[in-house]
């Protein structure tokens, strides 16, 4: 059995044996299943990943602050399944420091309009 990745939404993903941070590996049966496992690699869903076991359901690797290296890539095989290339990186300093205040931004301009509903009531 291949181990499996786990993103920040749950979702899973079987990979290839030899997975490191920047080259995992999952073939998928078609085109349409690729499609599917590219649409779950998000900039949001990269975030926190988790690597498990498939024989045992044990995490063996958990990594927080992630990012895409790149965009992930498909190639199709011989056989007609298709295999996505996903490359992650650790975020750097700088850039979890400006998730943080464009959370912090995205906060304020909430309440900001709060209130200003709250007054044109």
Excluded: W
């Excluded at 490191?20 to 900039?43: G, R």
């Excluded at 965009?71 to 095989?77: F, I, L």
């Amino acid at each position: 059995m291949k181990d499996k990745i786990k993103f920040k939404d749950e979702t899973v993903l079987e990979i290839e044996d030899g997975a490191s941070i920047s080259a995992i590996e999952h073939i998928a049966l078609s085109e349409d299943a690729a499609i599917v496992a590219c649409k779950m690699m998000t900039k949001g869903n990269v975030r926190h990943i988790e690597f498990v076991k498939s024989e045992t359901g044990e995490v063996y690797g958990i990594y927080d602050s992630m990012t895409l290296a790149a965009t992930p890539t498909r190639s199709t095989n011989e056989n007609g399944t298709v295999t996505v290339l996903l490359s992650l990186r650790e975020m750097t300093d700088v850039e979890i420091q400006i998730e943080k205040l464009e959370e912090s931004q995205e906060t304020q301009n909430e309440a900001i309009d709060a209130l200003i509903m709250g007054r044109e009531e």
